[in-house]
C-alpha cells in the first residue's frame, strides 16, 4: 500500500516513519512527487487543517493522502500558540520560547499546564477514509531543555518520565507523544483494511 505524507517538516517526517513504515506500508514523502504550492491552513481546528492537507494532497497526487496538523496549547495563554504554533512569532525557536515565557510573566505564573495534540486524516480522492487526534499532556518547563526532538519539545516538560520530550530518545518520544498515538491509530486502521 503506497501512502504519500503529506508534511514538509523534517522533524514529524521522522517521527511518522519511525510509526507507520513497514512491509505492508510504502511511504512516499513530499520530495518524491513533482513539488506544487502547499495548501493554506485555513482551517480552526486541528482536525479541520488536517482534513483539508490531505485532500488537498490526495487530489494533486492521485495517490492516498495522509497528513497530520499539530500544535502546543498553552493554558495559561489561552490555549496559544494553538494551530498557529509553527508560525507564531516567526519560526525561531528562540524567540518563541522567549515569548512564552514573557507571556507567562506578564500573567504572574512560572509554570502552566500544555498538551500537544495531533490530528491525522487520510483521504483517498476526495474522500476522507479514517481520521484520529492524539493529545500529550504535560507543562511548560521553567526553562528549555535537551536538544532531541524538534519544535517545541525543549520547553515541554513531561511528568512521568520527569523530564522535557527534548531530552529522550525518538522511540520514547513515540510512545507517549500526541503523534505517537494518533499515527497508531492510523497504523492499525491500515493494518486492519489490508488483505493480510
Ligand atoms: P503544522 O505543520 O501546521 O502541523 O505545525 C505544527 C507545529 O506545531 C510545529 O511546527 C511545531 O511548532 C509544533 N509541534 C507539533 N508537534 C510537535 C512536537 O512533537 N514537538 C514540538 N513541537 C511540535
Redesign the pocket.
Known sequence: MKILVA?T?PG?LREIEQILAGPSIHLVALSEVPPGPEPE?TGNTFAE?ARLKALYYAAATGLPSVA?????EIDALGKAPGVH??RWHGTDYAVKFRRIYEGLAERGVSRSPAR?V?AVALADGDRILFETEGVVEGEIAPEPRGSG?????PI?FYPPLGCT?AEVTGEAKAAV???GAAFRGLREYLLGSTPK
Open positions: 508534511t517538516n514529524k491552513e487543517n497530520d496538523d499539530s500544535g502546543l504554533s509553527a500537544f495531533a526532538g524538534f519544535g517545541y519539545d515541554f520530550l507523544s500526541h503523534r
